[in-house]
């Protein structure tokens, strides 16, 4: 079946400076999202891309869907201690039935102040 | 609306014991998810509805495992008898139709099997 894989698991970043995570499946998506979850808190949705190299921004945050629909990064510059949290890309392979979607384990962003 | 309400918010029982996780999803929303997360296995789909309907519950990981939603309105998930791996956080979500639409969760109920 279809995985999702997030990398890094963990991210230490000092407060100030930029860092990606990279999300990859093993199938091609018809569309993927990004969830952030908060210690504690629940995932919730921050943003969808659909076209193949689509390229979004959220303020700080940059998403970005590779040319073949099969990975995403979500790139966040001059980190802030509000960043701090879990961020999931979740994804609909284009085979997949229904509204099934794949969600990746996630890459666990801590920021040194 | 006030969002997905899950309750409870929190769960302790013995092992053996049935718990029963309940979920009332936005009104209007035809998709129904439950997820469980874990630290080791991060976050799993268990069973997902539309209109009432269970549509892939391939993730629920026994027949110790089952779910209902006898109405738009309302979910359960139901661990008989539960055991202490089961113990994680729950989540319910639910979205519109269409396979572009957001998923929205509920607070979760965290489950602890002693």
């Known amino acids: 079946g279809q995985q999702v894989m997030q990398i890094p698991q963990y991210q230490h970043v000092q407060e100030g400076e930029d860092f990606t995570t990279y999300c990859n499946s093993s199938t091609t998506l018809s569309n993927i999202q990004w969830y952030k979850q908060r210690p504690g808190g629940h995932p919730v949705f921050l943003i969808q891309l659909v076209k193949s190299g689509e390229v979004k921004k959220q303020k700080r945050l940059t998403f970005q869907f590779g040319e073949a629909k099969k990975n995403s990064s979500l790139h966040i510059t001059a980190t802030q201690t509000t960043d701090v949290g879990t961020y999931f890309c979740?994804?609909?392979?284009?085979?997949?039935?229904?509204?099934?979607?794949?969600f990746g384990g996630g890459t666990r962003v801590l920021v040194k102040p | 609306d006030a969002g997905v309400i899950q309750s409870p918010r929190h769960e302790v029982t013995e092992m053996g014991q049935e718990v029963t996780l309940r979920c009332k999803p936005i009104?209007?929303?035809?998709?129904l998810f439950w997820y469980r997360q874990t630290m080791m296995r991060g976050l799993e789909l268990l069973i997902y509805?539309?209109?009432?309907?269970?549509?892939?519950d391939s993730g629920m990981p026994e027949d110790r495992f089952s779910a209902k939603m006898p109405n738009a309105s309302f979910s359960t998930l139901k661990i008989q008898p539960s055991e202490p791996r089961d113990s994680a956080v729950y989540f319910c979500a639910s979205k519109l139709r269409g396979g572009e639409t957001e998923a929205f969760f509920g607070q979760g109920t965290r489950l602890t099997v002693v």
């Open positions: 509805f539309n209109n009432n309907v269970p549509i892939d």
């Open positions: 009104s209007g929303h035809d998709y």
């Open positions: 979740a994804g609909r392979g284009i085979k997949a039935a229904g509204n099934k979607l794949t």
